[in-house]
């Protein structure tokens, strides 16, 4: 009897040691994003409205690339749920650091649609949206959301750590 516990004992090792084995083996063909953001600006457009725009580390630590089809960047206000800014284009957040010289420089290009993250690789970017909500109640968010999806459907949130 002891010795059959010994064989199955062996048997359920060597299975573990197989499965461990072959997700280990397996994981670089899972495709995600992972990130953290860098820096957060805010241009106050008038008392109910303002401009942010969020500068964050992208890596892509999968054997995949992933490809950009969507962003979109959500504020969660002190109280109340989450608000989805108004996306701004490429050429718009050219010309608001252009003219707008209280944000400061331009570190990183525009995260835009069908930009490619190669496997393995970090990049920085950035994205502008528009809040119908006063400069107050974005400096005393509980935080901002980038998210990002894949052309096959993977989704990506790039969270502020407060």
Same mark, same amino acid.
């Given at each position: 009897?002891?010795?059959?516990?010994?064989?199955?004992?062996?048997?359920?090792?060597?299975?573990?040691i197989g499965?461990?084995?072959?997700?280990?083996?397996?994981k670089g063909?899972?495709?995600?994003?992972?990130?953290?953001?860098? /820096?957060?600006? +805010?241009?106050?457009?008038?008392?109910?409205?303002?401009? #942010?725009?969020?500068? *964050?580390? @992208?890596?892509?630590?999968?054997?995949?690339?992933?490809?950009?089809?969507?962003?979109?960047?959500?504020?969660?206000?002190?109280?109340?749920?989450?608000?989805?800014?108004?996306?701004?284009?490429?050429?718009?957040?050219?010309?608001?650091?252009?003219?707008?010289?209280?944000?400061?420089?331009?570190?990183?290009?525009?995260?835009?649609? /069908?930009?490619? +993250?190669?496997?393995?690789?970090?990049?920085?970017?950035? #994205?502008?949206?528009? *809040?119908? @909500?006063?400069?107050?109640?974005?400096?005393a968010r509980?935080?901002?959301?980038?998210?990002?999806?894949?052309?096959?459907?993977?989704?990506?949130?790039?969270?502020?750590?407060?």
């Open positions: 009897m002891n010795k059959k516990i010994a064989i199955l004992f062996a048997g359920l090792v060597v299975g573990a499965v461990g084995v072959l997700l280990l083996s397996t063909g899972h495709l995600e994003l992972t990130g953290q953001v860098l /820096k957060v600006r +805010i241009l106050s457009l008038n008392p109910n409205a303002s401009l #942010v725009m969020v500068d *964050f580390r @992208l890596t892509n630590p999968s054997d995949v690339r992933f490809v950009v089809r969507s962003a979109a960047t959500f504020l969660t206000p002190l109280t109340g749920e989450p608000v989805e800014g108004a996306f701004i284009s490429k050429a718009d957040v050219e010309n608001v650091f252009k003219y707008e010289k209280l944000l400061g420089p331009k570190y990183n290009d525009v995260l835009t649609i /069908k930009d490619p +993250i190669a496997p393995h690789q970090t990049m920085d970017r950035m #994205v502008g949206a528009r *809040f119908e @909500l006063p400069e107050s109640a974005i400096e509980k935080n901002i959301r980038v998210h990002i999806e894949d052309l096959d459907g993977t989704e990506a949130d790039i969270v502020e750590k407060k």
